[in-house]
């Protein structure tokens, strides 16, 4: 096994154990993680088994395989960019509701201390 092969693994199995250190200390949500280890995975499935490239890039037709490699981990980088701009712009939706809630109920009891105020002046 090559030294470069080794190193991906290594890899793998370090960037799998910090997603469970995180996930223990509470750091990251599981739901996140799942992400992650499938990363992790990946990069340990491709270090121990470095023709697995070469095998997928001609069943699926790539002249070059490790450009398969670039272009999959491209694509999951767009995916998971998108899937965190759709859970900020929910996360901002949820806030500013809340904030306008708050509000309400602020003017609201504002509201009420004054009309208590004026009970209690009479």
């Known amino acids: 096994m090559a030294l470069y092969n080794i190193i991906t693994a290594i890899l793998g199995l370090i960037l799998a154990a910090g997603i469970f250190i995180l996930i223990r200390k509470d750091y990251l949500h599981p739901i996140y993680s799942l992400w992650w280890l499938f990363i992790a995975i990946g990069a340990l499935s491709f270090g121990v088994y470095p023709k697995l490239s070469d095998i997928l890039a001609s069943k699926l037709s790539v002249g070059y395989p490790p450009i398969l490699i670039i272009v999959v981990a491209l694509v ?26 708050v ?20």
């Open 76 to 101: 999951l980088i767009f995916a998971k960019s998108l899937i965190m701009d759709i859970e900020r712009t929910k996360n901002k939706c949820t806030l500013r509701k809340l904030v306008q809630e």
């Open 103 to 122: 509000s309400i109920l602020k003017e609201e009891l504002e509201c009420l201390k004054s009309q208590i105020k004026q009970i209690e002046k009479k």
